[in-house]
């Protein structure tokens, strides 16, 4: 392990441990999506992973194009004017991680840069199902494999 590993991001400290979620069921996800006009909504940008212990769990990007993950409740959408608004809602099947709603986290991994801190993190259910939580671009970017439904 390095020392960066040790410090977390440069910018946002380590955050939280992940592997406090090991053995927990998910009981709920919301997520904050960008919403401009009559445009599709964009993101998610924010992920509160919801579990049997009633601990909420947020995973976002930096502005360093970190990967924070922090014991945090969701916080009420706002208004950005012209700029649109954020609006913070129960995930209804838009990430990957609607279908592991009820299941069991058996593990998690964490993936390092020397200089960036955190940039990616998968969860692994009960199903064989993995979720990949990561930063592209400062984007917050979701897939999963293993997906053997919900």
């Known amino acids: ?17 992940p592997e406090h979620l090991v053995g927990r069921r998910l009981e709920r996800v919301l997520a904050s ?4 006009g009559s445009d599709a909504p964009y993101g998610p940008l924010d992920i509160w992973l919801v579990d049997s212990e009633g601990d909420s769990t947020l995973v976002t990007t930096g502005s360093d194009w970190c990967l924070i993950v922090e014991s945090s409740a969701p916080f009420e959408g706002y208004d950005m004017r012209e700029c649109g608004r954020v609006e ?23 993936e390092w840069e020397q200089d960036d801190g ?18 592209r ?3 917050l970017v979701l897939s999963a494999r293993g997906d053997h439904g919900g």
């Not at 410090?7 to 939280?16: E, F, I, N, Q, T």
């Not at 955190?118 to 199902?129: H, K, M, P, Q, Y």
């Open 118 to 135: 955190r940039t990616a993190l998968e969860i692994v259910f009960d199903s064989g199902a993995v979720v990949r939580c990561g930063s």
């Open 1 to 17: 392990m390095n020392a960066r590993k040790r410090d977390g991001c440069p910018l946002h400290g380590p955050g939280v441990r």
């Open 88 to 110: 913070v809602v129960p995930d209804r099947n838009e990430t990957p991680f609607a279908a592991r709603v009820g299941e069991t986290v058996l593990a998690v991994r964490e």
């Open 33 to 36: 999506w960008h919403r401009h």
């Open 137 to 139: 671009a400062g984007d």
